[in-house]
């Protein structure tokens, strides 16, 4: 069983600051990948920055140098900071864990997501 709640979205003006968090909560579940995905009314959902069991990181074009991913394995949770925020940043944030389920065959979760604006 796999459980994942967002927190930290909310409204911001362009040019401030944002993190998000996502606790996961997992049972006989081996976590390789945890990302972060945006989606916008009318636009299809969009990878923005995953982290891999390897500690290489990936983000979009449009997030480089802006938004940073870290996660904390301890805790099975995963970090979103978003700095010099625009208002095309503005979307649903999802977060997306995937693994291995205690059989070995890949599995991936998802959050409910959590409501990012951005104002001009």
Not at 24 to 39: A, D, E, K, P
Not at 71 to 81: E, G, H, I, S, W
């Amino acid at each position: 069983q796999v459980t994942l709640v967002e927190s930290g979205g909310g409204l911001v003006q362009a040019g401030g600051s944002l993190r998000l968090s996502c606790a996961v909560s997992v049972s006989t579940f081996s976590i390789n990948t945890m990302g972060w995905y945006r989606q916008a009314p009318g636009e299809q959902r969009e990878l923005v920055a995953a982290t891999h069991s390897g500690g290489s990181t990936t983000y979009a074009d449009s997030v480089k140098g802006r938004f940073s991913i870290s996660r904390d394995n301890a805790k099975n949770t995963v970090y979103l900071q978003m700095n010099s925020l625009k208002p095309e940043d503005t979307a649903v944030y999802y977060c997306n864990v995937g693994g291995l389920n205690e059989l070995g065959y890949p599995r991936d979760y998802w959050g409910r997501g959590t409501q990012v604006t951005v104002s001009s």
